[in-house]
C-alpha cells in the first residue's frame, strides 16, 4: 500500500485563494517531499521538510510537518492559473533500504481564473 | 542546465518487440531510478541503480531490465513488452536516494499493442 496518502483528491479553487492540501503517512520518516506534475508531463520538486522540522517556506508555498500525526500539509498562499497541477507527497523511509521515494497518489489542483 | 533527458517522449510498439527508453543527467549524480505512473496507482519504482554496476529491484521490476555502464546513463529495456507495460515511464537521479530532492526528466508515454 502507499506510504503517502494524499487528501483531497481533487480540488477546485478561484484564484487568488489559498489551497490546501494534506498528507499522511504510515511509518518514520527521514523527510517528506512535495512535487508539482502539470499533466503528462516530469515531476518537479518543489520542497523538503526533514522530520526534525516543523514550518518551512518557499516563496508562496508552506508546508507543515506533524511526526506524532504522521501528516504533512502543503499550503499555497494566492494561487494562480499556473499553479493548476497535480502536488504529490513523497516519504524518504527512515529506514530506507532499498526503497528511497514513495510517493502518494496526488491531488488534482484547478485554479480557475 | 541541470537536467534528466530521457528518450523518446513518446513511442507505439507490438508485443513481444524488444525495446529500449534511454535516460542521461549531467549533474553526477550517484542515484538514479525508473518509475511507472497509471491512474489510480501514482507513481511505482520498476528499478534502481546507487552507483555504475550497482542496479537493484523496486516494486514492480518484472518485465524490465536496466544497467548502470556509466555514470551519467541508466536506461530501461523491456525484452518483450506486453500490454500491461502500457504506461507513462519517468527516469529520475538524485545526489543521495531519500534525502535529497529527485529530478525527474519529460516522461515516456508508451503503448504496446
Known amino acids: 500500500s502507499q506510504q503517502g496518502e494524499e487528501d483531497p483528491q481533487a480540488l477546485s479553487i478561484q484564484e487568488g485563494e489559498n489551497a490546501t492540501m494534506n498528507c499522511s503517512y504510515k511509518?518514520?520518516?527521514?523527510?517528506l517531499q512535495w512535487y508539482r506534475q502539470n499533466s503528462g508531463r516530469g515531476l518537479v520538486h518543489l520542497i523538503l521538510?526533514?522530520?526534525?522540522?516543523r514550518e518551512k517556506h518557499s516563496g508562496r508555498l508552506r508546508v507543515t510537518l506533524d511526526t506524532s500525526k504522521k501528516s504533512s500539509s502543503l499550503l499555497i498562499t494566492a494561487s494562480r492559473a499556473a499553479d493548476t497541477a497535480s502536488y504529490f507527497c513523497a516519504t524518504a523511509l527512515r529506514d530506507t533500504g532499498r526503497r528511497a521515494l514513495t510517493f502518494g497518489s496526488g491531488t488534482r489542483l484547478q485554479v480557475q481564473p | 542546465e541541470a537536467q534528466v533527458t530521457q528518450n523518446p517522449r513518446y513511442l507505439i510498439t507490438v508485443t513481444g518487440k524488444k525495446l529500449t527508453v534511454t535516460c542521461s543527467q549531467n549533474?553526477?549524480?550517484?542515484?538514479m531510478s525508473w518509475y511507472r505512473q497509471d491512474p489510480g496507482l501514482g507513481l511505482r519504482q520498476i528499478y534502481y541503480s546507487m552507483n555504475v554496476e550497482v542496479t537493484d529491484k523496486g516494486d514492480v521490476p518484472e518485465g524490465y531490465k536496466v544497467s548502470r555502464k556509466e555514470k551519467r546513463n541508466f536506461p530501461l529495456i523491456l525484452e518483450s513488452p506486453s500490454p500491461n507495460q502500457t504506461s507513462l515511464y519517468f527516469c529520475?537521479?538524485?545526489?543521495?536516494?531519500?534525502?535529497?530532492?529527485?529530478?525527474f526528466g519529460s516522461g515516456t508515454r508508451l503503448t504496446v499493442v
Open positions: 521538510i526533514r522530520s526534525n522540522e
Open positions: 529520475a537521479s538524485s545526489e543521495d536516494r531519500g534525502r535529497s530532492g529527485y529530478t
Open positions: 549533474m553526477n549524480h550517484e542515484y
Open positions: 511509518t518514520s520518516i527521514n523527510n
